[in-house]
């Protein structure tokens, strides 16, 4: 897929704006009364469910192993979640954002 610079610049735009007013309806979700897991349950089951649609194919055919990593990553990620969550009924949704990108700098600092 080749995109145009004003394409691929679009597309980056609107995944900034989908990720930074995902913050807003989490705050908003959380401040109305939802429990932090159950709005994080639903939104992974929402999710499970896209990536089984597109990938079920490479899914049916995983190892073992394959399957044992990628519940481990998928147990941390949710983990990370679920804190991020609980974090933004104390702070507002630009400070959790604004956190929450500074991994781009920190994961720098780590050797791999």
């Given at each position: ?11 980056l735009l609107l995944a900034a704006l989908i990720w ?93």
């Amino acid at each position: 897929m080749h995109l145009h610079k004003s394409q691929a610049n679009g597309l980056l735009l609107l995944a900034a704006l989908i990720w930074g007013t995902s913050y807003t309806m989490i705050k908003v979700t959380t401040r109305a009364g939802m429990p932090a897991g159950l709005l994080n349950g639903i939104r992974g089951a929402i999710f499970l469910a896209l990536v089984y649609g597109f990938f079920h194919r490479q899914i049916n055919h995983m190892t073992r192993t394959e399957f044992k990593l990628g519940f481990a990553i998928g147990f941390f990620y949710f983990c990370v979640i679920q804190l991020q969550t609980i974090g933004l009924k104390f702070t507002t949704p630009s400070n959790s954002a604004f956190l929450t990108a500074s991994y781009v700098v920190m994961v720098r600092l780590f050797p791999g």
